[in-house]
């Protein structure tokens, strides 16, 4: 039995599962009685078509780069955090706690505290689930659900109840100081049509950073190393020294902290506050993304790209075609997941001997018969 | 706590666990027989959804019942497809599932209905009434016993006692019948039941449409004779606390229905206090809100001893050449 080189791999079999998903959703839409390609068209042209649809999608993008990365990150020790929601959520908390309690001189020196104290929430609320899996060998994928759940509560409960500005009903905190607003793309690249009011702000920048320390993280360091090994056989890993729980550790600490770096995006960038459910399903996403991009950084920004457009356009589309409600989106979302993650072999299996047929054909026609 | 609240408490138990009840009987069936399955969420929400519309616009709650049951059951074909067939990631596939439910249901009750991911108030038949057990009323002046029989045992819908007896019957087919031996060796060594002559796959995918069935049936509950319409998210969690409750019964049916009459009447603690005063300070309803998921954390952490699960589960089975 022959392989597919590498390239299939990362790249055609990826796009066939999304492109099956989308097909998938075509016929939801029709099913809906809308016209698919008349919704395809108003989605991509809402998410590219105007400096304001491009901010959008640019700016959900890299919410989801972020939490896209953390569970990649997990994925590589086989370790499956779907809580990157709630995670996220938490470290809005600390992204708060920087913004309100300290005066900054500058919003870059902020932004650094914002970058350590969101990492650190969202760290923090990954670290009971991985310790339960590392020593008490509780399944991780229930214990971080059950995370999300308790991340809700609690923060209705601060946000209600501590944070909440006297006087104002909304469960949200004050805004934060001016000094801490980080420049949007409407003042850093106006030139190319950005208004002050996008979305879009420099933590887009810190998310390709962000990426980038993955990939010398994964395949350029020790410890990216041992949670490679680790992932691919636990036995092995251990007989090479490797310390399990620590590995765990780490990794869902790294994996938890990324998904919390969100809150720079869309708590200190965007809302300048924090808000009642701000996450908004983007650690969900975070799932999609990673699975979508083979748990690769650019794979994972790529995919994060997509989404971003999915949503920006899924947003516009809503508005324009009332008969699709926005859930559209995860249902898009879903079918990616099922395609590129769970039905994987599918479109594998036909494809590898699609492939070994053409390359058989190929030689026996080089190869001039006897 | 008087005598009446605690009836009450008791009554909600038994309504609250119910769901639970049926979905962790479900995620027996498929666990025993080796295939993880997270998607127990996505299929009572889809159950929930397709009962409460069908049961709307049919007026017949048995035609919405079943409705119910066809959309569970067709998602755990979707699983089956994915883990079975296809030999995917159980966990990816039933992520998948859940994201599929949560965003199909919204999409489709904003179509039929326009309401903002609802159904419209189901009444009459469209829904499940209470059943008043006979002798309840005679019982009644009978001290203790007679409230206790005409609260907590009658006046359940008729789901109730099809969940209760689920149990009793789960426990004959799985550990008393040739069909339930096969279903769990095919989770502890399948290779050992492909030798004997047994298709692997197809026991399997036997497993995964009973448990699709017993989500349906739970889903159904919920929007039928829980509540009198299907909200948004409705389901809130409930398949992940029956895949708790599951750890914690050790994949056992007896054990299973003593786990979610707790988890039940946690629910009914957190839904009836919104606000308890503890030694003289006020625990916040959001607190009582999230006890249940916490407890599913705490349980996990493993208060419960080692729980070992079939040996199986979470492998693809590939048949050797």
């Known amino acids: ?370 | 706590m008087d005598f009446a609240t605690l009836l009450q408490l008791l009554d909600s138990t038994v309504r609250l666990a119910t769901p639970l009840l049926l979905a962790c009987l479900a995620g027996l069936f498929s666990e025993r027989a080796g295939i993880f399955d997270i998607g127990l969420e996505g299929k009572i929400l889809a159950s929930a959804f397709f009962s409460a519309a069908v049961a709307y616009v049919s007026g017949s709650v048995w035609i919405g019942l079943l409705a119910g049951i066809g959309s569970s059951v067709a998602l755990s074909g979707i699983h089956g497809l994915a883990s079975i067939t296809f030999r995917g990631n159980q966990l990816i596939s039933g992520v998948a599932i859940n994201f599929l439910a949560s965003g199909l249901t919204v999409v489709i009750s904003q179509t039929w209905f326009g309401q903002g991911g609802r159904t419209p108030a189901l009444q009459g038949a469209a829904r499940f009434e209470n059943i008043h057990l006979p002798f309840a009323d005679a019982l009644m002046p009978v001290p203790v016993v007679g409230p206790l029989y005409e609260q907590i045992i009658s006046g359940h819908s008729i789901l109730v006692y099809v969940a209760l007896l689920t149990v009793p019957f789960s426990w004959w087919l799985l550990f008393r019948t040739r069909f339930g031996l096969r279903l769990r060796a095919v989770g502890e060594n399948p290779a050992a039941v492909d030798t004997a002559g047994i298709s692997v796959v197809g026991m399997r995918f036997a497993a995964v449409g009973i448990c699709g069935i017993l989500c349906g049936i739970a889903g159904a509950y919920l929007s039928t004779g829980l509540s009198a319409q299907f909200v948004k998210e409705m389901s809130a969690g409930r398949g992940f606390i029956a895949l708790a409750a599951l750890i914690f019964a050790k994949w056992r049916p007896w054990h299973a229905l003593y786990a979610c009459l707790l988890f039940g009447f946690l629910d009914a603690v957190g839904n009836r206090f919104q606000n308890v005063e503890l030694l003289g300070i006020t625990i916040p309803v959001q607190f009582m809100q999230a006890l249940p998921y916490i407890l599913v954390v705490v349980i996990l952490a493993g208060l419960v001893g080692r729980a070992i699960p079939p040996r199986a589960g979470g492998e693809p089975y590939v048949k050797e050449r």
């Open chain 1, 1 to 370: 039995m022959g392989r597919m080189p590498n390239w299939a791999d990362v790249i055609l079999i990826p796009l066939v599962s999304v492109i099956l998903a989308l097909l998938v959703s075509g016929l939801v839409v029709l099913l809906i009685g809308e016209n698919p390609l008349e919704a395809m068209t108003i989605m991509v042209r809402g998410a590219l078509g105007s400096a304001y649809g491009l901010g959008y999608t640019l700016f959900y993008a890299t919410n989801f780069i972020f939490t896209g990365l953390g569970v990649a990150v997990a994925i590589h020790a086989r370790l499956f955090n779907i809580g990157g929601e709630g995670q996220a959520y938490v470290a809005g908390l600390g992204a708060a706690v920087a913004c309100l309690f300290v005066p900054w001189p500058h919003w870059t020196i902020a932004l650094v505290a914002v970058v350590i104290l969101s990492g650190l929430f969202g760290a923090a609320w990954a670290a009971i689930p991985a310790w339960l899996q590392a020593k008490r060998g509780s399944h991780i994928v229930i214990t971080t659900i059950m995370f999300n759940f308790i991340a809700a509560s609690l923060m209705v409960y601060l946000l209600v109840n501590v944070f909440r500005v006297p006087g104002s009903m909304e469960p949200a905190t004050a805004i934060f100081p001016s000094v801490t607003h980080l420049p949007n793309a409407g003042e850093f690249a106006g030139f190319l049509g950005f208004r002050t009011s996008t979305p879009l702000n420099v933590s887009f920048f810190i998310a390709l950073l962000a990426a980038f320390a993955v990939w010398v993280l994964i395949w350029r360091t020790r410890l990216g190393y041992e949670i490679r090994a680790f992932g691919h056989s636990e036995t092995a890993a251990v007989y090479a020294g490797i310390n399990p729980t620590r590995i765990i550790m780490v990794t869902m600490l790294i994996s938890g902290g990324l998904s919390g770096l969100m809150a720079t995006n869309a708590v200190m960038g965007e809302a300048e506050q924090l808000r009642l459910d701000y996450v908004q399903g983007a650690g969900f996403v975070g799932i999609a993304v990673a699975l979508m991009g083979r748990s690769h950084p650019i794979g994972v920004i790529l995919a994060a790209l997509l989404f971003g457009m999915l949503y920006q356009g899924g947003a516009e589309l809503s508005f324009e075609m009332p008969a699709v409600s926005r859930e559209m989106v995860v249902v898009i979302q879903a079918l990616v997941i099922l395609f590129t993650g769970a039905l994987d072999n599918m479109v594998r299996m036909p494809m590898e001997r699609i492939y070994l047929a053409f390359r058989r054909s190929r030689t026996a026609s080089h190869q001039p018969a006897e």
